[in-house]
C-alpha cells in the first residue's frame, strides 16, 4: 500500500498539532452554543473523532454521506446518501471536511441546512487545496492549505483504499492510471 505513495503531505504528527489548534479554535468559537458536528462520510469520519476529542465545549454529532466523485474527478452532481438523524434546526453546524476541493458539495449541503433552519452553518476542513475551487465557498477553520495533487490516507480514499494510513500522502499516478 505504502509503495503506492509518492510523498506524505501531512504527517501524523501536523495532523495531531492541527487537531489541538482547530479544536481550540473551536471551543473559544462555540462556547455556549448548541453545536452540532456533522461529519461529511466516509472520508472525514477520521478527521472529526480526532478533532472532536480536542473540543471542549459541548456539542452533539451527525453524519451525511454525499458523493460527487468518481475515481480521482468530481462528476459535478451532487448524491445524497445518507441524510442527518439529528434536526439541525436551531442549531449552531460545524461541517467537518477532510478535504474542500471542488467546494460542490459542501456548497450544496450548506445551502440544504440553511433551509432547515440551522441558526448557523460554518465549515472546517482538514485540507484546502483552491486550484480546483468550482463553487463560491470557503471553510472557517483550516488544517493545511495543499497544491493540486491527488491525495489519500487519514480517511481520503482512491476506490476506497487507503483511508486509513495515519497521514496524507500523495498518491502515485501508477496506482490509478494502470501503468
Known sequence: MEKCIEKVLVSKEEIEEICQKLGKEISRDYAG?????VSVLKGAVVFMADLMR?????CEID???VSSYEGTKTTGVVKFKKDLDINPDGCDILLVEDIL?????LAYLKEVLLQRNAASIKICTLL?????RKADIKADYVGAVIPDEFVVGYGLDYNEKYRNLPYVGVLSPK???GK
Open 33 to 37: 452554543k448548541k453545536l452540532l458536528l
Open 54 to 58: 480536542n473540543i471542549t465545549c459541548e
Open 63 to 65: 453524519f451525511m454521506a
Open 101 to 105: 476541493d471542488s467546494g460542490i458539495t
Open 128 to 132: 484546502d487545496k483552491p486550484a480546483n
Open 175 to 177: 496506482a490509478y492510471c
